[in-house]
T-cell receptor
């Protein structure tokens, strides 16, 4: 079946540190890949996406590259801010499909 | 646009009581999803509808849970009778559900349910 695995959290960093949150997937076929972010007390919102191999999604200083050879979609940011503290979810879906398959989420805390 | 609207935002009830959670999707969206989020199990898809028809309810935990979508602008998730292990945050999400391409899911703010 299709599944997504994220690095275990929680992750705690200092402001301006470099961030990597690992995400790998198992899927039959070639899914689209997403990162969603959940700020405290809110629902999830789409952060970035990539729909085919070697695509790079980017938004708000975050980036992730769709790596088919390693079935990965790691999230990176060069310099994190306190406002980036949130839970991050990696997810996959297939073209035209309604359903998203989510990873377990990684809680990120940025200290000033 | 007001986004996905959920009510109530918080619900505290006693074991055995009936609980009804409500969701209004974004206008024009034709797919609606109910999720449950807990610390232990993470984010779980309970059920989703397309054009008001339930498509996949394999995530509904047991017969105590039921969901309806009587029209394109309203859905309910009911738990009867409720149990303490149902305590969680319940999210509703909607999407345009276009055939082909990527359909971003828009999430509501959630309903935090506590069953005592």
């Amino acid at each position: 079946g299709n599944s997504v695995t994220q690095m275990e959290g929680p992750v705690t960093l200092s402001e301006e540190a470099f961030l990597t949150i690992n995400c790998t997937y198992t899927a039959t076929g070639y899914p689209s890949l997403f990162w969603y972010v959940q700020y405290p007390g809110e629902g999830l919102q789409l952060l970035l996406k990539a729909t085919k191999a070697d695509d790079k999604g980017s938004n708000k200083g975050f980036e992730a590259t769709y790596r088919k050879e390693t079935t990965s979609f790691h999230l990176e940011k060069g310099s994190v801010q306190v406002s980036d503290s949130a839970v991050y979810f990696c997810a996959l879906s297939f073209q035209g499909a309604q359903k998203l398959v989510f990873g377990q989420g990684t809680r990120l805390t940025i200290n000033p | 646009d007001a986004g996905v609207i959920q009510s109530p935002r918080h619900e505290v009830t006693e074991m055995g009581q009936e609980v009804t959670l409500r969701c209004k999707p974004i206008s024009g969206h034709n797919s609606l999803f109910w999720y449950r989020q807990t610390m232990m199990r993470g984010l779980e898809l309970l059920i989703y509808f397309n054009n008001n028809v339930p498509i996949d309810d394999s995530g509904m935990p047991e017969d105590r849970f039921s969901a309806k979508m009587p029209n394109a602008s309203f859905s309910t998730l009911k738990i009867q009778p409720s149990e303490p292990r149902d305590s969680a945050v319940y999210f509703c999400a909607s999407t345009q559900g276009l055939a082909g391409g990527f359909n971003e899911q828009f999430f509501g703010p959630g309903t935090r349910l506590t069953v005592l």
